[in-house]
């Protein structure tokens, strides 16, 4: 009788369903929200991805690296408060600890696409993958949009990240 695995199968599928609504991204070990990247002037080569990253396993994970058709290069970045000033600095992991959660958020952690291949504009979606510590790669699709630069240090749009990159 096939029946009595139908709401079985039903619920699974809700599950995914509900997965699929709230865009939300499981691999085994790490959990992505609010996946977003900056909508820039077609004129800038660089923009950042934000995202929350949420860790529901019993051991600490760290992201070690990300990549992006959509850029050249993919680098993991933080920003620091030197002397006032924000600035960026390459980082060569984000760590995300055991039953927490890890924000990559304007002024602080994100990741930087580099040498975009093309302009991105808002409403375009980028697809991201990233590599954690454990080798397992998780893939997402992050939307352009529009977010605005937090924090005084920053010097329009794209200011600090241009500045950050020519620094080294
Ligand atoms: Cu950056």
Partial sequence: MLYPALPFLRTA???LALALASQTVLAQSLAVENAQ???VPPVSTTTAAFMVLTNPGDGDLAVVEAHSPAAGTTELHNHVDVDGVMQMRRVDEI???AGAST??????LHLMLIDLV??????DE?????VLDSGESLELTAPVRRIEVM?????GQDGGHGGGHHGH
């Fill in 13 to 15: 599928l809700a599950g």
């Fill in 37 to 39: 990247v900056r909508a």
């Fill in 95 to 97: 760590g995300v600890s």
């Fill in 103 to 108: 924000e990559l958020a304007p002024g602080g």
């Fill in 118 to 123: 093309a302009p991105l504009h808002e409403g």
């Fill in 126 to 130: 980028v697809e991201i993958t990233l």
């Fill in 151 to 155: 924090g005084g240090g920053m010097h």
